[in-house]
């Protein structure tokens, strides 16, 4: 493999997940710079909802004309 490129060896959608406010995330399995198991990458990705700080700071905004 080229240096500075990864394979991807397997890609698992977990649905939805309690930790992420239920929106959909995904495990990804990189493969390692050797072909051992050991060197292996796994990566947890999940979509992110927006902060609700910034939601509420948002409709004040609009309400008040800021």
Request: aromatic letters at 10%; a negative charge; one cysteine or more.
């Amino acid at each position: 493999m080229p240096s500075g490129s990864y394979r991807v060896k397997d890609a698992v959608g977990r649905g939805i997940d309690i930790g992420s406010a239920g929106l959909p995330s995904y495990n990804i399995l990189i493969e390692g710079h050797t072909d051992a198991l050991e060197n292996d990458i796994v990566i947890l990705y999940g979509a992110a909802a927006g902060l609700v700080c910034c939601w509420f700071a948002e409709r004040l905004g609009q309400r008040f004309g800021w």
